[in-house]
């Protein structure tokens, strides 16, 4: 009789382990359960599983578009909790704080070293509570973070996880103007043959650095990256001009006609086939609108690629300037800063120093 009751007794006990086994594979960890060896009644112990909970003081914080530093006090940074428990009672461990994202929206911190950006964060020995700050940067997108925590006497590892949200700022480019620089702007090519000595041989070309700040309505830096075009019409000009002075271009009027909320544009002296206007020149007004030639129809009259038609505003007569780029160059596109500036570089031969040219930059919707 008592042999059977030991059986009976063991086969209780396997059938509490594996229906423990069973619930155990259901959540986030799987526990380790331990049968004593001692003892003829073949005893069974456990351990209590380990509990992970993070949390956040802010789960949704606005981009960093002015790059400030890590500060638990802005609206930019979130501070992160982690508890870890074990039957109800912090569980002394190391916790291990990682962040996921597809995109780079933000870095990890820890609270007494906030000038070392991680994406993982390793708190030893703690008592069973960390902390850690989250950092927004200028991109919106969200950030997963996961914390986790080992029970060393059974390797059972437990993870909990979060997602913060960073949402971007709206500042839709609506102005912008040239700037410079002017201080050390031109700097002379260099060929990339030089001498033995490594003496520099010049190229016979210079180039300006050109920069142009973009603001949104409220005079605000438009959003970073906001990508900048750039074009250059350097030419034709007229025959007699450069270099004795610095240039006029050939195809030029005040009395040019754009066809409101339309593609065709007239000037009564355009001459624009005698001068060869063609496809793909720019059609420059006064004013800053640039648009690009699709068709030269007659001697007065010309129509622009439908991707840009004239505005409603388009005034009745205008001064406008048709040409291309002949003799420079201008790298583009270009991208915005934290401040709003783009800039690029202009280089053109030495040849053509102090010649006119109309630079244009412009960024979508203006």
């Not at 789960?59 to 979130?78: E, I, K, M």
């Not at 990256?225 to 050939?250: H, K, R």
Request: neutral net charge; proline residues 7%; contains cysteine.
């Amino acid at each position: 009789m008592r042999l059977l009751i030991s059986r009976l007794k063991g086969l209780t006990e396997l059938f509490v382990l594996t229906l423990l086994l069973m619930v155990g594979a259901g959540g986030n960890a799987v526990a380790g359960w331990y049968t004593s060896p001692e003892g003829s009644d073949g005893g069974f112990t456990g351990r209590p599983l380990i509990t992970v909970e993070i949390s956040a003081d802010k789960t949704s914080v606005p981009v960093n578009l002015a790059g400030l530093a890590p500060n638990p006090a802005l609206p930019y940074a979130s501070t992160i909790t982690v508890v870890v428990k074990q039957d109800g009672r912090l569980f002394p461990t190391s916790i291990t704080v990682s962040k996921s994202t597809t995109i780079d929206v933000g870095s990890l911190f820890q609270l007494d070293a906030l000038d070392n950006p991680l994406r993982q964060v390793v708190l030893s020995g703690t008592d069973g509570t960390g902390l850690v700050l989250f950092n927004a940067n200028t991109t919106p997108g969200e950030v997963i973070i996961t914390a986790t925590a080992q029970d060393p006497n059974t390797s059972q590892t437990v993870s909990a996880s979060l997602k913060i949200t960073v949402v971007g700022e709206s500042r839709p480019a609506t102005s912008m103007m040239f700037t410079g620089p002017y201080v050390n702007a031109v700097f002379a090519g260099e060929s990339r043959f030089g001498t033995a000595a490594g003496t520099p041989i010049q190229d016979g070309n210079y180039s300006r650095v050109v920069s142009v700040l973009v603001t949104d309505a409220n005079g605000n830096p438009t959003y970073p990256n906001t990508q900048v075009n750039f074009y250059m019409i350097d030419g034709p000009l007229t025959l007699d001009s450069y270099p004795n002075n610095p240039g006029a271009f050939l195809v030029a009027g005040n009395n040019g006609v754009p066809q409101v909320n339309g593609l065709n544009f007239n000037a009564a002296s355009g001459q624009f086939l005698t001068k060869g206007v063609r496809p793909l020149d720019r059609l420059i007004l006064d004013g800053g609108q640039m648009h690009t030639v699709q068709t030269v129809t007659s001697e007065t009259s010309l129509g622009i690629q439908s991707i840009k038609p004239f505005g409603a505003d388009s005034r009745s007569t205008i001064p406008y300037v048709i040409g291309r780029a002949n003799n420079a160059t201008i790298l583009s596109p270009s991208f915005t800063n934290l401040s709003g500036v783009a800039d690029t570089i202009v280089t053109y031969p030495v040849s053509r120093v102090g010649q006119t040219a109309i630079l244009v930059a412009c960024v979508a919707g203006l």
